[in-house]
């Protein structure tokens, strides 16, 4: 006499709770992504027609007020002496040589200063480029 199985097992298994744990996730990261506020300068840009691609190494900021702050890779802008800038600006080149150093000038800052700043860099052979923000388009005009 054999004895036979009272109950058959399923090989399967729901799937329901665990879409519903990825969506209570999905909806935490999306939810908390909100509060991160980045801690930037206020600086108006210029417009330009074109934009280059190139990430800088090294990043010059320059206010309304004409303070200058400094950073060097992703770090945080620090505030800088105007004197002891063009020794930063060297030290930064040395330790990357193939980057540039974009310089952040907001638009009501005297053209005169921003001049000034890139001749700073063209005597010392510094490659610095005045970074601006492109142009919008203007939909009126066609």
């Given at each position: 006499?054999a004895?036979k199985?009272?109950?058959?097992?399923?090989?399967?298994?729901?799937?329901?709770?665990?879409?519903?744990v990825i969506?209570?996730?999905?909806?935490?990261?999306?939810?908390?992504?909100?509060?991160?506020?980045p801690s930037a300068l206020?600086?108006?840009?210029?417009?330009s027609?074109?934009?280059?691609?190139l990430k800088p190494?090294?990043r010059?900021?320059i206010?309304?007020e004409?303070n200058?702050?400094?950073s060097?890779g992703?770090?945080e802008?620090?505030?800088?002496?105007?004197?002891a800038l063009?020794?930063?600006?060297?030290m930064?080149?040395?330790?990357?040589p193939?980057?540039?150093?974009?310089l952040?000038?907001d638009e009501?800052?005297?053209?005169g200063k921003?001049v000034e700043?890139?001749?700073?860099?063209?005597?010392?052979n510094l490659?610095?480029?005045?970074?601006?923000?492109?142009?919008r388009?203007n939909?009126?005009?066609?």
């Open positions: 006499m004895l199985k009272q109950h058959d097992m399923m090989a399967m298994f729901s799937m329901a709770s665990m879409t519903d969506f209570l996730l999905l909806i935490i990261f999306m939810v908390t992504s909100t509060f991160v506020f206020e600086v108006n840009l210029p417009q027609s074109t934009q280059t691609a190494g090294t010059v900021y206010d309304k004409q200058i702050f400094a060097f992703e770090e802008p620090q505030p800088i002496e105007e004197n063009l020794a930063f600006l060297k930064t080149q040395q330790q990357a193939e980057s540039y150093i974009a952040y000038a009501e800052v005297p053209y921003v700043m890139l001749e700073m860099g063209a005597r010392n490659k610095v480029v005045l970074a601006t923000k492109p142009a388009k939909r009126n005009k066609q």
